[in-house]
């Protein structure tokens, strides 16, 4: 049995793979497949792909195409999710910000320096006409972190994924101004180069088996009913989420790395470009 570690955010993006780890299908042909759950998020991730704590992660595809070009030792293998990730733009409940503009000159709330959550607010201030050269971020390491601060006013706004923070929103806890679509696929999969090299067909099989997987993810029998009660949501949110989500089986395309390194560098989130034989290893 082969060992093999993965990393991902607790979210129903990832459900395809806890289903297939329960399922025993890695095992199947001799795989343990061990997940970790990481609520911090693609800065997280990053960092454990670094110091060898995952050999994958399911993670960001802004976040560790930037990581890759500062010299993370991994490579995308896939893209994971198709579709873009919406981003809700989020204000405590009691805020005196009422609409998107009011944010202008305030601080974001992010996870953490090379998060998502901070890599998406350049991209909404970019959107605004903001100056981002003076956006001002406060971490908050998680959702809960981002609960705190936007109540104490640590913090003024905080972007995160729209329907995992909706719970918050129903509650009175946020108040959801506006949403920052991704302008590129949101996850993708990504491989420690060390991995790659040694382990070439463990990963291929590992892929091969969550493809599978998530092509046939939505006709999975009451799928809704059993996300909405996995992760805490209404059966209508979950079923205008996967509406809106489609997996992928497919490689990332160098003419997609390219429209993605090209906003990352305009935006100055990154100060250069990889090639794509840096970044993307298609197995």
């Known amino acids: 049995m082969k060992t093999i570690k993965i990393a991902g955010v607790p979210e129903h993006f990832n459900l395809p793979w806890h289903l297939s780890i329960e399922n025993g299908e890695y095992e199947s042909v001799g795989i343990d497949l061990q997940w970790t759950d990481v609520p911090e998020g693609t800065g997280k991730m990053c960092q454990m792909l670094r110091d060898r704590e ?16 500062a010299g993370n030792p991994s490579k995308i293998v896939q893209v994971y999710v198709e579709s873009p990730l919406i981003w809700g733009i989020h204000v405590g409940a009691s805020s005196k910000y009422q609409h998107l503009d009011d944010l202008d000159n305030t601080k974001v709330a992010i996870s953490r ?9 350049y991209v909404n201030a970019n959107n605004q006409s903001w100056n981002t050269d003076t956006l001002a971020f406060e971490i908050v390491n998680t959702i809960d972190g981002a609960v705190e601060a936007l109540t104490n006013g640590a913090a003024d706004y905080f972007m995160w994924e729209r329907f995992m923070t909706k719970p918050l929103v129903d509650q009175g806890v946020f108040r959801r101004v506006a949403d920052c679509p991704t302008p590129w696929p949101c996850f993708v999969i990504a491989v ?3 991995i790659l090299e040694a382990q070439p067909d463990i990963i291929s099989q590992i892929l091969d088996i969550i493809n599978i997987t998530t092509t046939d993810f939505k006709e999975i029998p009451s799928i809704d009913k059993t996300l909405a009660l996995e992760f805490h949501q209404k059966i209508e949110d979950i079923q205008e989420w996967l509406s809106l989500t489609e997996w992928s089986q497919n490689p990332l395309t160098e003419k997609m790395l390219n429209k993605i390194q090209n906003q990352l560098f305009d935006l100055k989130i990154i100060d250069k470009k990889g090639t794509f034989a840096e970044i993307v290893k298609a197995l």
Do not use: H, P
């Open 192 to 194: 420690r180069n060390e």
């Open 113 to 121: 320096y090379g998060s998502g959550s901070q890599l998406m607010a």
């Open 54 to 69: 995952t050999d994958i992660a399911v993670i960001l595809t802004e976040g560790i195409v930037k990581d890759i070009v």
